[in-house]
């Protein structure tokens, strides 16, 4: 195991003077701050002796239940019974690789991908192989050739992990058409999809897509949370899973934590039932939006010519290709020295790729600190580039 870059950034990136466009932490100060702690009076005085006791490894039963709400709309029909509640989907990625992954496993991956489920991969001495991606998501034909050319080698493939919406880092989608080709490609070769969505309900534009989970309820584990939607301070997210699956994940479970936090579950539950939550992320929306388009406009007018970005539909992330001879890792602390800072994108692939690239997110500084963080961006850019 090895420190992220991410988190080992996170000590310098967040000294007042600094821009940070590096993590990707909700904005919760948008959140009903009085009407949650009401919640929580309400939870111990009404449901105290239960809310303080163990619960089970599969999760609270009524919570279960809502989050079936929650998932119709991704398109997703699923029964309490087949959700498995987790500590953030952080904790799913951890179960679902310790009962799937054996040490030189194959698991395969978007190009770039999510930085926390490289290290957990690689914890349990997995295979990390890349699958490469444009702006449509993971590009159809390379899953295939990646797949035919494992099985010709005779290595076991355990699964393909994809965040399908507003990817993190890339911020890309993966179109509707490709969701099919995808779906039909692990079919074929009898691969389990892991579809990662935290950031699903989180659209500023455009339709929402169904979820790869609505149409192969057998062939995908879907992981899903309350961190950006709500709070990460809760720490629930949940899976959903084949039965088969779900069963060893509640194992996995029991012996990694013995039950969650029944507190934590009852209060998220009576904040579900209680508060009209859809509004709340469509506030959240509105919040994002506004940063996001801040972002783009002032990516637009002030980088150097020869640099590209994404355009993300929603989540939280922007991707950029920095111009040739530029390295993203070699320039932050130079950035962090002129006060703002962002992820070097070599931290989102196993191999030695991504020096152009790196991260930045807007979901965290306000408009005025997006737009100031880039104009400084812009400057050591151009201080690197005359050099
Ligand atoms: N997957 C992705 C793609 C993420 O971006 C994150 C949060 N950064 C997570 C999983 C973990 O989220 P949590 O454990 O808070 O649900």
Not at 127 to 135: E, L, S, T, W
Not at 157 to 181: E, H, I, M, W
Request: glycine share 8%; aromatic share 8%; with cysteine.
């Amino acid at each position: 195991m090895v420190a992220s870059e991410v988190r080992a950034l996170f000590a310098v990136a967040s000294r007042p003077e600094v821009v940070s466009l590096a993590g990707g932490m909700p904005n919760v100060s948008a959140l009903p701050l009085e009407h949650i702690g009401e919640i929580v009076q309400q939870v111990i005085a009404e449901q105290g002796a239960t809310a303080l006791q163990y619960g089970s490894a599969q999760g609270d039963p009524v919570l279960r239940e809502q989050i079936c709400d929650v998932m119709a709309l991704e398109g997703i029909d699923a029964v309490s019974d087949d959700v498995i509640v987790t500590v953030g989907s952080q904790q799913a990625l951890d179960l679902v690789t310790r009962v799937f992954v054996d040490p030189g496993d194959v698991v395969l991956c978007e190009a770039p991908t999510y930085v926390t489920a490289i290290n957990t991969f690689a914890a349990f001495q997995a295979d990390i192989r890349h699958v490469a991606m444009d702006g449509d998501g993971v590009i159809p034909e390379a899953l295939e050739e990646t797949l035919t050319r494992l099985a010709a080698e005779g290595r076991p493939v355990k699964f393909f992990y994809t965040v399908p919406n507003f990817q993190n880092p890339a911020g890309v989608t993966l179109s509707a058409d490709r969701r099919r080709r995808v779906l039909e490609i692990c079919r074929a070769h009898n691969l389990l999809v892991l579809e990662d969505n935290p950031y699903g309900l989180l659209r500023y534009e455009g339709e929402a897509m169904r979820a790869l989970r609505a149409d192969a309820p057998d062939n995908v584990i879907y992981l899903g949370s309350f961190s950006k939607t709500l709070s990460p301070g809760f720490r629930i997210g949940w899976a959903l899973a084949p039965s088969a699956v779900r069963a060893k994940l509640v194992l996995a479970a029991e012996s990694a934590m013995l039950s969650h936090s029944t507190f934590n579950q009852m209060v998220v539950g009576r904040y579900l039932s209680t508060h009209p939550w859809r509004e709340q992320i469509k506030d959240f929306n509105e919040m994002y939006r506004e940063r996001r388009d801040t972002m783009l406009a002032s990516l637009e007018t002030m980088m150097p010519s020869g640099t590209t970005w994404t355009r993300p539909e929603g989540g939280f992330f922007v991707w950029v290709t920095l111009p040739e001879g530029l390295d993203a890792k070699a320039m932050l602390p130079r950035a962090v020295g002129q006060r703002v800072a962002y992820v070097p994108g070599t931290g989102f692939f196993a191999s030695d790729e991504g020096h152009r690239n790196m991260r930045l997110s807007f979901c965290y500084p306000s408009p005025e600190e997006i737009s100031e963080g880039i104009r400084r961006l812009v400057g050591v850019m151009k201080s690197e580039i005359s050099l």
